[in-house]
């Protein structure tokens, strides 16, 4: 695939709907952070250093690749635009942190797009795997393999006592943050949301609220595990499985308790959610995040049923403000140009994505 | 046309669109005040006299019939349920006072729908003409004409000096009021209404808004003459025809002024209401009212499309709550239900008016 399909392309197979609990869990990503031993870590590199680790980990990728059964895509964050960083932070296949400085930060897309693995992020690599709905061990199996692959190529910087060793202390260990996103209107809206965030550091968890705003909230959360030292692996993913599996059982009593006191407001609401989308001539960012928490919900409660769920994974791709910008080739978009063209955007999607027969 | 059809009917031929000026002016009406001679005005009357009113009335009412061509049905307002009083006053084929004390109080509605002869309202005899669009003239003739027809059946109140003598001082002389129906969305988007409401007084016309609230405005008005004495019929319509004239051309100034300055937000706001009417699943009668307003401004300014302009007409009618509480048979309905009821008919009545290929 060309760089350009990778920018416009507005679907992510790990935001498909139907994965397992896929009504709540959205999607599952294992990230693995890795040094190689005597080059300093990153962010005290010279420039001789960085592209020795560009070097060495360009090295190990056709063992990948051959491994995998699948081709990667090279993006050099130094030769693609500051646009076509940020789609790329748009649609998590990159993190923020590798384009601040780009000199020599590489990133490897693989060609389903699951699999990203960063040279020169704020550790020397970085991988990242992600799948659709609720899937941890299979994304934890798919980077674990991958880091045998380059650990049998490189020498990585491990300490018997200590794990891995990682720029920042909070990696130490494993290296491995587990999250998952979650989509929790029900909590949400019956104001649950609070107390589990509150709780979650005890639990040796994190969780932070993606996208939205305050007035239009996404509903959408991760939660991710805080320790990376003295458990293993499997052990911090299993714990952090545990507590997902709660909050998804106390997101799914919300929503049943939302329909059971309170469905005609519901449906009121999410209707009028999806009738802003099919008709609005402009939107910001932040109250199509509002607008798509609520008919997310709509689908996941079969309330609305003329359009098809996978429109929702494309509206959070093909919504951004970067991704419209890169589209329309015009990263001087003023924002109200942008929020006409996310507009157009939507409805063309719903359009697309429509099914049966209106009322 | 039977009684139930008069009641369950949601078109009015005179909220077509497409009459005179029809972007602007909804309909026109007259109303002529008449008394019989030697009986008391309604409010001081005994049941004998009101019974005499009715009886001579009924025996004018075959040669009005024949010279129009057309049947009336004859309502006895003790005889109808409340709730039926309040939709005939709700589609403006009776007034208010008609209702207060039912006993012996008639409407005589044509089967057209466009006239009204109602016994012992205010005066003992009240002759209304409404025709779509700006069409004055018109409505003063036919009204004239049934004037004409029942003064050479009975002996009407009439002072040399004095004119037409009326219960209320204020119809006195002619017994006359003129009024049209305005919907003004480019003066109340643009801040202009005001200082038209505050000047009316200067020009003998009285301006008042119908339907909506202050948060939800219909932008719907009824500009009427004050004065009913010292000029003739003929001058006071004159009068009233000048200032809509010069209202029209100030309401299509501020139209175009909107679609010039903001015409983004604008075609934003009309399609917003437009999604909200046709997906909203619960509606209260004041944000009906102001959604119309925006629906209505975009049929004319050819922004909606895919909708036929005949819709506005019969959401004015079967949206409002006395109607609904009679559809559904129920007049006990909680005004939940009738705003649940409310969306329902919306809905169906936007998909039934449904044109052309949607986006």
């Not at 960012?285 to 709509?298: N, Q, T």
Request: aromatic fraction near 6%; glycine fraction near 6%; charge should be negative.
């Amino acid at each position: 695939m060309s760089v350009n399909d990778l920018m416009r392309s507005r679907t992510l197979k790990w935001l498909n709907t139907g994965g397992n609990n896929g009504d709540v869990v959205l999607l599952s990503r294992i990230r693995l952070a890795r040094n190689l031993r005597q080059i300093p870590f990153p962010n005290r590199a010279d420039y001789n250093a960085l592209a020795q680790v560009e070097l060495q980990l360009d090295k190990t990728i056709p063992q990948i690749v051959e491994g995998l059964g699948q081709p990667f895509d090279r993006l050099d964050m130094e030769h693609i635009s500051a646009l076509q960083r940020q789609v790329l932070i748009e649609k998590q296949l990159i993190s923020s942190n590798l384009v601040k400085n780009p000199q020599h930060r590489i990133a490897y897309i693989s060609d389903d797009r699951r699999i990203t693995i960063m040279a020169n992020e704020e550790d020397h690599i970085r991988i990242q795997c992600t799948l659709a709905g609720f899937d941890l061990d299979h994304a934890w199996r798919l980077a674990s393999d991958i880091d045998d692959c380059i650990e049998n190529q490189v020498n990585l910087a491990f300490d018997e006592k200590m794990g891995y060793l990682t720029s920042c202390p909070t990696n130490l260990g494993t290296g491995m943050r587990a999250s998952v996103v979650l989509h929790l209107p029900g909590l949400v809206y019956s104001r649950n949301m609070d107390s589990i965030v509150n709780l979650s550091p005890q639990l040796g968890l994190a969780v932070r609220s993606l996208f939205g705003t305050k007035e239009n909230p996404s509903c959408i959360y991760r939660i991710s595990n805080q320790l990376t030292l003295g458990l293993s692996e499997e052990e911090l993913i299993e714990n952090l499985k545990s507590t997902v599996n709660e909050i998804v059982a106390h997101e799914r009593a919300a929503r049943k308790a939302l329909l059971y006191y309170m469905k005609d407001d519901v449906e009121d609401r999410i209707w009028r959610a999806y009738g802003t989308l099919r008709y609005a001539r402009s939107l910001s960012e932040g109250e199509l995040f509002g607008l798509l928490a609520k008919v997310r919900l709509g689908l996941d409660l079969k309330i609305i049923d003329e359009v098809s769920p996978e429109c929702y994974g494309e509206l959070l791709v093909g919504g951004r403000t970067s991704y419209l910008r890169n589209f329309a080739e015009n990263e001087n978009l003023s924002a109200n140009e942008v929020d006409r063209l996310r507009a157009a955007h939507v409805r063309e999607t719903l359009t697309r994505h429509r099914i049966g027969r209106e009322e």
